[in-house]
């Protein structure tokens, strides 16, 4: 796809999403005594030695950055799992896809929820091969979210091996990896973009709910994690100004993720 075809919405949604990683990442780990000096909204009562832009504008870019990495992991699973079906084809690719549908078919969030409470029992007793509470999460999402990327991808690889195109260079005698180099991954590329951005939102929201719910222990505090800590200033006067900065930083990730991947979809429908 040219940089002359990519909608306006797309480019609105990945400014949204870059200006605001990038700015929350930079006052959160290279300036953080601007946040904590200047922030117009005060402390949290319920975390008193922070101030709400700390809090909530500092864990935008760990909201973020899991969703980056879970997203970017799921959509490579996926992809490698489409074109194992599609080079084995027959009973094998039949078999696969029936396994792809029942991993989809699974809820998120609770079978999150399920691998989170697993693998910090096994974070507890040091058995959990190196990884922290961020890649944890990472690999909690990643393993619930490749099955519709897959579905995707195989998809999209049956119509494109169906296009006259390939059929022709097949019969000038080209074999399966020319035609996946040189035919089918630059026809595939924009779409596995889309796709990735697809797995965003999913995959900030569902981080969100699990952390909001006290079940992942996000260091440092996610937007979901903050959010679940912080709840309790409602009862406070004023406690909006504690929560509601927060939940709006979150609609604007999904929002910035969904205007992209929408955009960039339905470019490569078109093409």
Request: glycine share 12%; hydrophobic share 55%.
């Amino acid at each position: 796809m040219s940089t002359r075809r990519v909608p306006t919405r797309a480019w609105v949604g990945l400014a949204l999403l870059v200006g605001l990683g990038l700015a929350s990442w930079l006052s959160a780990r290279v300036f953080p005594e601007a946040l904590a000096s200047t922030c117009p909204l005060g402390t949290d009562p319920t975390h008193p030695d922070r101030t709400v832009c700390e809090l909530a504008f500092g864990g935008l870019w760990v909201s973020l950055a899991v969703g980056l990495v879970a997203g970017a992991l799921s959509t490579v699973l996926g992809l490698g799992v489409a074109m194992v079906a599609r080079a084995a084809g027959g009973t094998v690719e039949h078999q696969l896809l029936r396994a792809v549908d029942a991993v989809f078919a699974l809820p998120d969030v609770l079978v999150v929820m399920v691998l989170q409470l697993a693998g910090q029992s096994m974070l507890d007793a040091g058995h959990a091969g190196g990884l922290g509470p961020f890649g944890l999460m990472v690999v909690s999402l990643a393993l619930v979210g490749w099955a519709g990327p897959a579905r995707m991808f195989r998809n999209r690889l049956a119509t494109l091996e169906g296009q006259e195109f390939i059929a022709a260079s097949r019969a000038l005698g080209a074999g399966r990896w020319h035609l996946l180099r040189v035919h089918l991954w630059p026809a595939l590329r924009p779409f596995v973009l889309a796709v990735f951005l697809s797995r965003l939102p999913t995959a900030i929201l569902t981080e969100s709910t699990v952390s909001f719910f006290g079940i992942a222990r996000m260091e440092p505090m996610s937007l979901g994690r903050y959010l679940g800590t912080s709840y309790a200033a409602l009862i406070y006067e004023g406690g909006a100004r504690v929560v509601l900065p927060a939940w709006g930083l979150l609609v604007l990730l999904v929002l910035g993720a969904s205007l992209a991947s929408q955009a960039l979809g339905a470019g490569t429908r078109r093409a």
